[in-house]
């Protein structure tokens, strides 16, 4: 079992992410490297969801989140957490 964390992005996320772009990606690879977060990524054309897929506890999960830097200034607008039970892979 698997749980997608998915993000709703501003319209205006990627001209504001600069600044808080390494340590968003600082607590993306550390939860990867603690094993609970295996792929991670924006959806291009248009750049407005992103897809992190976690292998850890739904309340793990929701804490990344809520720390999230994207999250916290609002380049994220939304997000959700999802069971995903995969069939093949």
């Not at 992190?52 to 804490?63: D, F, Q």
């Not at 720390?67 to 957490?81: E, F, K, R």
């Amino acid at each position: 079992m698997y749980l997608l964390l998915e993000y709703a992005l501003a319209e205006d996320c990627l001209e504001r992410r600069t600044a808080l772009r390494e340590e968003h990606l600082g607590l993306i690879r550390a939860a990867h490297e603690r094993g609970e977060l295996l792929l991670a990524d924006a959806l291009p054309d248009p750049y407005d969801r992103a897809l992190l897929v976690w292998t850890a506890p739904r309340e793990v999960v929701e804490r990344f989140a809520a720390a999230d830097p994207y999250v916290v200034q609002g380049l994220v607008t939304g997000w959700t957490v999802r069971e995903w039970a995969v069939v093949v892979g």
